[in-house]
């Protein structure tokens, strides 16, 4: 059986700047070919995305052709329930996703945050041999400057990357849709979600000490390309 990389895009959001957006756009490109290149030929990749209605609206022409070319999700920028908390827009394509995909083929499905650069196929690797329900992360933050950011460490498993057997993830992608509204009230995150879904199911799991990826945190001071922003984790 082969396994299922949903990577998930918010390419041009609403609440950002013309400029910024023209930003992202060349950093999906550029992560998305990445990602392609390391996925091992067991995956399939299905690339999902909720901002974009028409693919006019995409400025980068390479990009555009890319999406083209891919596997595709598009559930609308009505759908975007993330300007606020974007991993609860994740959370709404993850079930769209699942809803439309013949889960018979696949043995594992990884969630992918696309906007990070994997620098090899670790992850993938560790998903092809995965023996318990999932494989989780919390990694700590090295910055490309010198500074090192502990992660936080209670109530929260990192949703940059994650794998599931398949039945597993169709079990999280329900308990997410269920808890999104109630979780959105109280302010709580994908990732406390991840974590009381995990507990409360008792999911087994192996962990991921690092995740060989490098991510930009542009809103640490809105600079989009500050190499101060950007760390590996």
């Not at 067991?42 to 995409?58: A, G, R, V």
């Not at 699942?98 to 696949?106: A, M, P, S």
Request: aromatic share 10%.
């Amino acid at each position: 059986m082969k396994n299922l990389a949903l990577g998930f895009c918010s390419i041009r959001p609403l609440q950002l700047s013309k400029e910024v957006n023209d930003g992202r756009e060349e950093e999906y490109l550029i992560c998305l070919k990445q990602l392609k290149r390391v996925l091992p030929e067991s995956f399939d990749l299905l690339i999902c995305e909720n901002t974009i209605d028409d693919p006019d609206q995409i400025k980068n022409k390479e990009l555009r052709e890319l999406l083209s070319e891919s596997e595709l999700c598009a559930v609308g920028s009505e759908a975007n329930i993330g300007t606020k908390n974007k991993g609860m827009g994740e959370l709404l394509m993850l079930k769209s996703a699942l809803d439309e995909t013949d889960l018979d083929n696949y043995k594992n499905v990884s969630y992918i945050t696309a906007r990070r650069f994997f620098t090899c196929p670790y992850v993938f690797e560790r998903t092809e041999t995965l023996e318990k329900q999932a494989l989780l992360s919390n990694p700590d933050f090295a910055f490309l400057n010198g500074k090192f950011l502990e992660s936080h460490k209670t109530g929260v498993y990192n949703d940059m990357f994650f794998s599931m057997k398949t039945s597993v993830m169709v079990d999280y992608a329900e308990y997410a849709i269920k808890h999104m509204g109630v979780d959105l009230s109280q302010h709580l995150g994908s990732e406390q979600i991840l974590y009381n879904f995990v507990k409360k199911n008792k999911i087994e799991y192996e962990w991921l000490n690092w995740l060989g990826m490098i991510r930009n945190d542009w809103e640490r001071n809105k600079k989009t390309l500050d190499v101060n922003n950007f760390h590996v984790c």
